[in-house]
């Protein structure tokens, strides 16, 4: 069984820290690993995707994964109210197009 | 321009009713899902199509029956409706492989009474 686990409870941040959010996965053989926004009420959009070791930024946005701790993590740097929403944590291995998801976190930025 | 569209976005009926889903994606990509959002928000795959082939098909019951009459298309069938089936369902597309992004469609808020 492959699984996706994000642990923590909502995440409260004030406007302008940084958010920190988790993801641990169960198979070794995971081979990328994709962090989706889902706002209240809508789908999710993809906001970054990582395959290798390390970290890898887009804007405020960065991923890191460390494939021997099986460990994928999320920064979102000068938090803004509009980053309020789950952040779900997804993770496919080779050969195969499943996506197995998290059950999410979420984050709610304070102005 | 809308990428990946579903029909209807709400649906309200009653327990033991048959109803379908639609979905069409104009992204070009070859594969297909369908995915179940319960109430805890948890996203769960149900079925895969690669070129209108059925390639997943996760322990749902037999009473869901997707079907693709083409690449850009994929419904969704459900017979006999249960409470239980009550959740969000989504639609998404991607090209085929383990690094492709999976694109989401705006989700059928599915209620059975």
């Known amino acids: 069984q492959k699984e996706v686990e994000q642990n923590s409870g909502p995440l409260s941040v004030p406007e302008g820290a940084i958010a920190s959010l988790n993801c641990t996965y169960s198979?070794?053989?995971?081979?990328?690993f994709f962090w989706y926004r889902q706002y209240s009420g809508k789908s999710p959009e993809l906001i970054m995707f990582?395959?290798?070791?390390g970290d890898k930024e887009d804007g405020r946005f960065t991923a890191q994964l460390n494939k021997a701790s099986q460990y994928v993590s999320l920064l979102i740097r000068d938090s803004q109210p509009s980053d309020s929403a789950t952040y779900l944590c997804?993770?496919?291995?080779?050969?195969?197009?499943?996506?197995?998801f998290g059950k999410g976190n979420q984050v709610v930025v304070i102005p | 321009d809308t990428a990946v569209s579903q029909t209807p976005k709400y649906l309200v009926t009653q327990m033991g009713n048959d109803k379908s889903i639609k979905c069409e994606q104009n992204l070009g990509h070859d594969t297909m899902y369908w995915y179940k959002q319960d109430s805890k928000k948890f996203l769960k795959i149900m079925f895969s199509?690669?070129?209108?082939?059925?390639?997943i098909n996760e322990t749902v019951p037999n009473r869901f029956s997707p079907k693709s009459p083409d690449k850009a298309h994929l419904n969704l069938h459900i017979n006999s409706l249960e409470l239980g089936d009550s959740a969000v369902y989504f639609c998404?597309?991607?090209?085929?492989?383990?690094?492709?992004?999976?694109?989401f469609g705006p989700g059928t808020r599915l209620l059975v009474l």
């Open positions: 198979d070794r053989g995971s081979q990328s």
């Open positions: 998404a597309s991607s090209r085929t492989g383990t690094e492709e992004t999976q694109y």
């Open positions: 997804a993770a496919s291995w080779y050969g195969n197009n499943r996506l197995a």
């Open positions: 990582i395959y290798s070791n």
């Open positions: 199509y690669n070129n209108k082939e059925l390639i």
